[in-house]
C-alpha cells in the first residue's frame, strides 16, 4: 500500500551538491519516523539523517552542517539536502518510514537513489 520513491540522485563533483526527494504515497504525517540512510555494497547501511518520533531532526556526524533535512507534508515528500560534498558521500540513499499501529509499527523503504561524488 505505502511506497517510497527516491528522486535526485545522480553526479556531483567534490563540493558540489544535490537534492535528494522522497515521495510517499501515503500521508507522511501518519509517519512517526522518516529518515534518510545510506549504503555502500560490503557496508552496513547507515543513518544520515531524519525526524523521530519526538519531533527532532538528527544527522550522522559525517553529514551534520553539510546535510540538511525537510518534509512537505503538503506534497507528502521529505527532501535531503546535500551541500559540501564529499566522495565518501558515494552511496546508494534510501528513504525510510515508520507508521505506528496497534499491533506493531510498519516500517517502509524506498528503492534507493545512487549518489556519486567525484574527487
Known amino acids: 500500500q505505502v511506497q517510497l520513491v527516491e528522486s535526485g540522485g545522480g553526479l556531483a563533483q567534490r563540493g558540489g551538491s544535490l537534492r535528494l526527494s522522497c515521495v510517499a504515497s501515503?500521508?507522511?504525517?501518519?509517519?512517526?519516523?522518516m529518515a534518510w540512510y545510506r549504503q555502500v555494497l560490503g557496508k552496513q547501511r547507515e543513518l544520515v539523517a531524519g525526524f523521530s518520533a519526538d519531533g527532532r531532526t538528527n544527522y550522522a556526524d559525517s553529514v551534520r552542517g553539510r546535510f540538511t533535512a525537510s518534509r512537505d507534508n503538503a506534497k507528502d515528500t521529505m527532501y535531503l539536502q546535500m551541500d559540501s560534498l564529499k566522495p565518501e558521500d558515494t552511496a546508494l540513499y534510501y528513504c525510510?518510514?515508520?507508521?505506528?499501529?496497534?499491533?506493531?509499527?510498519?516500517?517502509?523503504w524506498g528503492q534507493g537513489t545512487q549518489v556519486t561524488v567525484s574527487s
Open positions: 501515503g500521508d507522511i504525517s501518519r509517519f512517526d519516523i
Open positions: 525510510y518510514a515508520r507508521r505506528p499501529g496497534r499491533i506493531g509499527a510498519s516500517e517502509y
